[in-house]
């Protein structure tokens, strides 16, 4: 089985078994041995499973504004935690490719394996709930068709996704391709370096 369709199978399974409860704070209970490339796709899912439904919430136009305040808090921490997990699923890539004799002509990508493999956890959350709702039986005839549409589009985009990720991988399995890993260095979540507030701090 190729990469993409084992990362497919540990995010469907993440998906499925957050929607069990289907509660933001219900406990993760990763089932892949800890420190497995399965351990942290799962977990790469998970959060972006939660920060799915957080996103839905804070969109209530009712919501409590110190609700909204913690959830959007939330969800900051949430993209960073996101961000490590990507890094983490990279340095994995480079261990595997460590030995590779990497051609005179070979290329970098546009982005990292694992940016890539991000892409398709978000594409698996979206074919899960586009899927709800083309089955939806309380609404219009012309919104299950949208909704129908957007998910045979949904589904085009996964199999392209999948086929480059995999093609990627082979590539640089063959030594045509070869990865370097760019740090975020977001700078938001940085006391040091997020100008309000490194001037609270009188620095």
């Not at 942290?40 to 919501?63: A, C, F, G, M, S």
């Not at 590779?100 to 394996?113: F, K, L, M, Q």
Request: hydrophobic content about 35%; some cysteine.
């Amino acid at each position: 089985m190729s990469f993409s369709k084992d990362s497919i199978s540990v995010f469907d399974r993440a998906i499925a078994d957050y929607h069990k409860e289907d509660n933001i704070d219900t406990p993760i209970a990763n089932p892949y041995p800890e420190k497995s490339i399965e351990f942290y796709l799962y977990l790469k899912n998970w959060i972006d499973t939660v920060q799915w439904h957080l996103e839905d919430i804070i969109r209530d136009p009712n919501i409590d504004p110190i609700k909204a305040l913690s959830i959007k808090r939330r969800i900051d921490r949430s993209n960073q935690d996101r961000t490590d997990l990507v890094e983490l699923i990279d340095s994995y890539f480079l261990d595997r490719f460590k030995d590779v004799c990497v051609r005179p002509d070979a290329t970098i990508n546009t982005e990292s394996p694992a940016w890539a493999v991000d892409r398709l956890s978000i594409l698996e959350l979206k074919l899960y709930h586009m899927g709800i709702e083309a089955a939806r039986t309380d609404t219009t005839a012309e919104q299950k068709t949208r909704c129908q549409a957007k998910f045979d589009v949904l589904n085009e985009q996964k199999k392209d996704l999948s086929e480059a990720i995999d093609m990627l991988l082979d590539d640089m399995a063959a030594g045509r391709k070869y990865m370097k890993v760019y740090k975020q260095m977001k700078m938001y979540n940085d006391p040091s370096l997020n100008p309000v507030l490194y001037a609270q701090n009188g620095k």
